[in-house]
């Protein structure tokens, strides 16, 4: 038994193994509903052996959406299409979880092969897509060029803490087994976290307590919704990386927060109030492979919460050393399951878990009886 591959069990959900799929923007959806390409992308993941599939950032209300091509559940004619989801993935084996967001002032925006950035009147000619109002903790723009948008009142802040509470009890109806809120990448969460785009002088801005104040508020209210047996993730960025911007030891204490509030899993992250996530910019310094590892590390160990880790996570023997050291609870795979979606089960392959005489046991049967098969001919043959 390798440490990649046994099981977990959070609350009364016990993952078959350590892998999670990270979530991922597609970008895909129409009015923020899942459709068939949703249904293959995810389903694809549970056959491939995750522990855990996590579906992309999911809007709780339209204004939310990073573009058009956002999922959302806002309403209850979104439920469905999800749930159909849900019944494939739980089908062969995985549990799935969704992550709930609210973009902020990274709202309105093109999709990434368009441009991504600011939608404009290219994009309306060419594509029918036009921007809506934008809000955040402050009324700071995310860089230049791009729209101005309002700071929310603290009506506003109370209807976003009842949206993120309707969207959390659609994903139950929907059947998730898991929700994590989106506290990462400059998206609104973050951005009341972060010195460096609230700059509010009431209660929910100023020092750590205020700043943090919504996430911890919505962490207890989704909690009160949410099942005591299912678990409740936070997707972070464990640091700014920009001068004045909010640092690990903050990212530290409100684990140990969220923890005492009823969080089971701290998803770190970086990056992304002032430009892109970690994934795609570095953050701290240079990038190497599992360059990330560090945050997951130093929550699991400093605040007693659970860590999931993501961040160019490639290899299987890299994955498994850091289950084994105790650095993370999970890891996340990302854009190396878009290249592999069978990558858990190549994973076990290379560890050394598979059977001799039958190597593709742990594979669906429909396709490890014809590899099973295959593999004893190659085997004749040499």
Same mark, same amino acid.
């Given at each position: 038994?390798?440490?990649?591959?046994?099981?977990?069990?959070?609350?009364?959900?016990?993952?078959?193994?350590?892998?999670?799929?990270?979530?991922?923007?597609?970008?895909?959806?129409?009015?923020?509903?899942?459709?068939?390409?949703?249904?293959?992308?995810?389903?694809?993941?549970?056959?491939?052996?995750?522990?855990?599939?996590?579906?992309?950032?999911?809007?709780?209300?339209?204004?939310?959406?990073?573009?058009?091509?956002?999922?959302?559940?806002?309403?209850?004619?979104?439920?469905?299409?999800?749930?159909?989801?849900?019944?494939?993935?739980?089908?062969?084996?995985?549990?799935?979880?969704?992550?709930?967001?609210?973009?902020?002032?990274?709202?309105?925006?093109?999709?990434?092969?368009?441009?991504?950035?600011?939608?404009?009147?290219?994009?309306?000619?060419?594509?029918?897509?036009?921007?809506?109002?934008?809000?955040?903790?402050?009324?700071?723009?995310?860089?230049?060029?791009?729209?101005?948008?309002?700071?929310?009142?603290?009506?506003?802040?109370?209807?976003?803490?009842?949206?993120?509470?309707?969207?959390?009890?659609?994903?139950?109806?929907?059947?998730?087994?898991?929700?994590?809120?989106?506290?990462?990448?400059?998206?609104?969460?973050?951005?009341?976290?972060?010195?460096?785009?609230?700059?509010?002088?009431?209660?929910?801005?100023? @020092?750590? +307590?205020?700043?943090? $104040?919504?996430?911890? /508020?919505?962490? #207890?209210?989704? &909690? =009160?919704?949410?099942?005591? %047996?299912?678990?409740?993730?936070?997707?972070?960025?464990?640091? @700014?990386? +920009?001068?004045?911007? $909010?640092?690990?030891? /903050?990212?530290? #204490?409100?684990? &140990? =927060?969220?923890?005492?509030? %009823?969080?089971?899993?701290?998803?770190?992250?970086?990056?992304?109030?002032?430009?892109?996530?970690?994934?795609?910019?570095?953050?701290?310094?240079?990038?190497?492979?599992?360059?990330?590892?560090?945050?997951?590390?130093?929550?699991?160990?400093?605040?007693?919460?659970?860590?999931?880790?993501?961040?160019?996570?490639?290899?299987?023997?890299?994955?498994?050393?850091?289950?084994?050291?105790?650095?993370?609870?999970?890891?996340?795979?990302?854009?190396?399951?878009?290249?592999?979606?069978?990558?858990?089960?190549?994973?076990?392959?290379?560890?050394?878990?598979?059977?001799?005489?039958?190597?593709?046991?742990?594979?669906?049967?429909?396709?490890?009886?014809?590899?099973?098969?295959?593999?004893?001919?190659?085997?004749?043959?040499?």
């Amino acid at each position: 038994m390798t440490h990649l591959f046994s099981p977990l069990k959070l609350r009364e959900t016990t993952l078959r193994n350590r892998i999670a799929i990270s979530p991922m923007c597609t970008y895909s959806a129409t009015n923020g509903v899942a459709n068939d390409f949703h249904l293959t992308h995810y389903g694809r993941f549970g056959l491939g052996g995750a522990g855990l599939v996590m579906i992309e950032a999911t809007a709780i209300v339209p204004e939310g959406r990073i573009s058009h091509g956002d999922m959302g559940l806002w309403n209850d004619g979104q439920i469905e299409p999800l749930a159909r989801i849900v019944r494939v993935v739980k089908a062969q084996g995985a549990a799935i979880g969704i992550q709930l967001c609210h973009a902020g002032r990274k709202a309105a925006r093109q999709r990434p092969w368009h441009g991504n950035g600011a939608l404009n009147e290219k994009d309306r000619v060419q594509r029918g897509e036009t921007g809506w109002p934008l809000v955040s903790p402050s009324a700071i723009p995310f860089g230049a060029g791009y729209t101005v948008p309002a700071e929310l009142s603290l009506a506003d802040i109370a209807d976003v803490r009842q949206q993120f509470v309707e969207a959390a009890c659609r994903a139950l109806q929907a059947g998730f087994d898991l929700v994590e809120l989106h506290a990462a990448h400059g998206f609104l969460l973050h951005s009341f976290m972060s010195p460096v785009t609230n700059q509010r002088r009431d209660a929910y801005g100023g @020092d750590f +307590v205020g700043r943090h $104040r919504l996430s911890l /508020e919505l962490v #207890a209210a989704v &909690r =009160e919704h949410w099942p005591s %047996g299912k678990p409740l993730f936070v997707r972070v960025s464990a640091l @700014d990386g +920009v001068d004045h911007g $909010r640092n690990f030891d /903050e990212s530290l #204490a409100f684990a &140990r =927060e969220a923890g005492r509030a %009823g969080v089971d899993v701290i998803d770190c992250s970086s990056g992304g109030i002032a430009g892109h996530s970690a994934s795609t910019a570095g953050v701290g310094g240079p990038r190497g492979y599992g360059f990330q590892v560090p945050y997951a590390e130093r929550i699991r160990r400093e605040s007693g919460v659970a860590s999931m880790a993501v961040g160019l996570i490639t290899e299987p023997a890299l994955a498994e050393a850091v289950i084994a050291d105790g650095r993370a609870d999970l890891i996340a795979i990302g854009r190396q399951a878009l290249v592999d979606p069978n990558w858990p089960l190549h994973a076990q392959a290379e560890l050394g878990r598979n059977d001799r005489a039958s190597p593709f046991k742990s594979w669906p049967e429909p396709y490890g009886w014809w590899l099973n098969g295959r593999q004893k001919i190659i085997d004749n043959m040499t």
